[in-house]
């Protein structure tokens, strides 16, 4: 594809793995052991003790991110003829696996905006502060809830009517080959899926919406999700560092005693196409490969996934709607629900699957194995529900009921669709 070459085509970046106590700019706090930022921005490396007594795990301590800050992720959208182009940024992250990934037309955190690293401005933000166009979607979202607390980022799509020549490194593409990349390992970033999940069904036009009656009206799943926010005990206290216990500082990164889970590692970073240069940073390396999948039926010929109400220590608000399942296997000593009937599906019911990656600035080459794959059996169990597409749509105007994980299958779920509105 073109758009390939052009992706792989443009700039450069070079990220080095470093002990810790190497990086600069960056310092661990004698009091707390916290790894912040000189300039009291950006982010830090903090603790958590989580308590949660009907939970998997009871209680467990971990290292997370704290990024109170809330980021722009921002896509400028046109019609060219009547059909939708997004307009797309080739970045490199630190974290990519792949070098450049497309991203949103603006993906910056507000200590990137404000310049607090005193490089070069961002293209395009002023089109997302100060909208000239028509705001199709503007709502904040959550990111993971495992490593992030209490993250959150605006997801914006904006709509323009004026002749825009992209500048260097950007680039329109049609919302159809955009859902064609998704089928491509690590080509599409996270941030893109995300704000990609989020657009209106305007947008997507009325052959996405598959309409029928759903399995449960709007009203029971709000009420299933109020229920379980209202009900579920959990309690997350912010400890500092130092104080995580079964974690251990070895060889310059901070890693679980078992050798599960993710470590905390360092990065320096030189890079030709970003607002600054060089840089060092703190990063998380999962220890282990993901699968993120949902299971999919139809009931009276309308498609619904398996949505599960999860629990992580990061969420603003207890619980948010996940996949049907969201794990690294690796981790676990048995299975999570339905693990196994996903992986267990017969090539023929899979309807997606492919690698993608996770956000590059923070996660370094985490990697999830994303699958949407087709069942026939009538799951009930009291952490799942069946919803449709447009209930997902409908939720998706609303921050923190569906998460970053979730979003991203729900982006892919659009190009399931479209083959199955072609195959009608």
Not at 70 to 86: A, F
Request: aromatic fraction near 8%; hydrophobic fraction near 40%; charged fraction near 25%.
């Amino acid at each position: 594809m073109n758009a390939l070459r052009w992706l792989s085509a443009h700039g450069s970046m070079k990220a080095e793995r470093i002990p810790l106590d190497e990086l600069t700019g960056w310092r661990r706090d004698p009091g707390t052991g916290n790894l912040v930022h000189a300039s009291g921005k950006f982010f830090s490396v903090e603790g958590v003790d989580v308590r949660y007594p009907d939970g998997p795990v009871s209680r467990w301590a971990q290292p997370i991110i704290n990024q109170p800050e809330v980021g722009v992720l921002g896509i400028l959208m046109r019609r060219l003829d009547g059909v939708p182009q997004l307009l797309l940024q080739a970045k490199h992250e630190p974290g990519n696996v792949n070098g450049a990934q497309l991203s949103p037309t603006v993906q910056a955190t507000r200590s990137n905006y404000t310049r607090v690293h005193g490089g070069r401005p961002v293209p395009y933000l002023d089109r997302f502060r100060s909208p000239d166009g028509r705001v199709l979607s503007d709502v904040r979202q959550s990111e993971q809830g495992s490593w992030f607390y209490r993250k959150r980022n605006r997801n914006m799509v904006v709509e323009i009517t004026d002749d825009l020549a992209p500048s260097a490194g950007f680039r329109w593409l049609a919302l159809d080959d955009v859902l064609d990349l998704l089928s491509v390992p690590d080509v599409v970033n996270m941030d893109t899926r995300t704000v990609l999940s989020c657009l209106p069904p305007s947008v997507w036009g009325d052959e996405y919406a598959m309409s029928g009656r759903s399995r449960h009206d709007m009203g029971e799943i709000l009420s299933w999700i109020t229920q379980r926010r209202s009900t579920v005990e959990i309690h997350v206290e912010r400890i500092p560092l130092d104080r995580v216990g079964g974690w251990r500082r070895e060889r310059g990164a901070i890693a679980h005693e078992t050798g599960r889970y993710f470590t905390v590692m360092g990065v320096s970073v030189t890079a030709s196409d970003r607002e600054v240069g060089a840089w060092t940073q703190p990063m998380i390396e999962p220890t282990a490969t993901g699968v993120v999948a949902f299971l999919l039926n139809r009931f009276d010929g309308v498609p619904h996934v398996l949505v599960r109400a999860r629990v992580e220590p990061g969420y603003a608000d207890v619980a948010e709607l996940g996949p049907t399942v969201q794990c690294a296997p690796a981790n676990h000593d048995t299975p999570p629900p339905y693990l196994e009937e996903v992986l267990g599906t017969p090539p023929g019911r899979v309807l997606f699957d492919t690698m993608l990656s996770e956000e590059g600035g923070r996660f370094h080459h985490a990697r999830n194995r994303y699958l949407i794959v087709e069942t026939d059996a009538d799951h009930a169990h009291p952490d799942f529900r069946w919803v449709s597409l447009p209930q997902l749509t409908e939720l998706l105007r609303h921050s923190h009921y569906l998460n970053v994980q979730a979003r991203t299958l729900i982006a892919c779920l659009y190009s399931v669709v479209r083959e199955m509105v072609a195959a009608r």
